[in-house]
């Protein structure tokens, strides 16, 4: 097949050859015109050698995102791609414990603006790069080709796409059934043997919080019989672990859907509901209440704060007010677990916010460990962008 070409400035093909898949405006020499968002190009440098595939956006400030960085086939990278990504997670999630994770990363997995995540045997697609959209079907064929290959049973597949994403890109909204069965909408998983029943049509991201499941892990391990408070608990994750190894558990969300089904998910796991508290408020109110000295586990989860770069200087104001006001009422020897899912603020800025808190506070404290990543959500060595999810375990005395 004929692809447009699309050059570079001379000295701008760096990130390509460092395989990187975003090519910002600035770096294109030029391309012809009227083409359509998302098209695949070839893309050459200024000397008019090849460099690779990529979806074309005229508009979109990242103006092109890199498929491939040899002469194959596009759609052929895509769909080994694809394959890879399957392959990978069959090679480290045992089903009959963990039934539900990210299939494909984005460009951790070399596939920029595509996510899936399977949950059983339905499987949330998120689309957000023009080029993706325009390969709808091709990318259903493919998904549907390769699970028959590896022989898994897929049920229906679902858009959650996110908004902004695919504002940014000029798209239009997109959400609801793609393929299967229409009357899926609440898929029953296990994690880390645990069970859920996940809403993929309504629940929050594309039903759980699938990044978080190593440290859920942890946290069960060292909650076994203590007291912990679950702060933006959503569906009772964290919880539930803790639950397990017969912690007493409060679980705070201002979500009353998230407090039912947290409430949900315990009797699913025949844990007694009566024995635990949850509670449906604002996390900041429930803090300046609540007497922090009952608890020997804390954990604060709380939503992005700083969506867009302009959240940034609001966003560390309030991880830190928040911070300060759990420091300020803990014990001595309180483990504390606190998280930023927020994009625009990179760890050490994370960590800068903590160690102020921590001052302000006048609490010696100790990091007991940082985030485990889990293995569904893999970065590209190449293109580290995706490394948004930060946690630092604490030891605060
Ligand atoms: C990142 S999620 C937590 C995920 C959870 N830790 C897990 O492992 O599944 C953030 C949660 O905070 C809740 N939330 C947002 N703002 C809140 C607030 N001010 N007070 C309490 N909960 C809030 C949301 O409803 C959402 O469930």
Known sequence: MKY????????????????????????????????????????????????????????NTIQIRMISFDNGDPLYTIKQNLRNSFRLRMSFFDD???NCFRLVNSEGDGLSGLTI??????????ISSAGFDLLRKELLDIILDVSRELKWKIRSIYDRSPRNARKAEGLNDSSGLVWGEEDLQEVLVIEN?????????????TGLFLD????????SE?????????CFGYNGGFSLGAAMNNAYTTTVDISKDAIESAKYNFRLNNLDVSKHRFECADVFDFLQCENLSNYDVVIIDPPAFAKKKEDVYNAKRAYEKLNKLVFSKVKSGTIVLTCSCSFHINQDEFMSIIKRAGI?????????????????????LYHIENDYLKSFLLWVE
């Not at 029943?197 to 309504?202: C, E, I, K, R, S």
């Open 117 to 126: 995540d399977k949950y059983d045997d339905c499987l949330v697609w998120q």
């Open 4 to 59: 447009p070409r699309v050059y570079l400035k001379s000295a701008k093909d760096k990130v390509v050859h460092g395989k990187h898949h975003w090519i910002f405006s600035g770096a294109v020499m030029n391309a012809p015109k009227n083409l359509k968002k998302g098209e695949i190009v070839k893309v050459y440098d200024s000397s008019s050698r090849f460099l690779g595939y990529g979806f074309y956006h005229p508009q």
């Open 96 to 98: 009959s414990q963990t």
């Open 193 to 205: 043997g645990i069970k859920f029943l996940v809403d993929v049509v309504n629940g929050q991201k």
């Open 360 to 380: 302000q506070t006048r609490r010696k404290i100790r990091i007991l460990s940082k985030h485990r990543m889990s293995f569904d959500h893999v970065l590209n």
């Open 212 to 219: 978080m499941r190593e440290m859920r892990i942890l946290l």
């Open 222 to 230: 060292i909650s076994k019989g203590k007291k912990v408070l679950n």
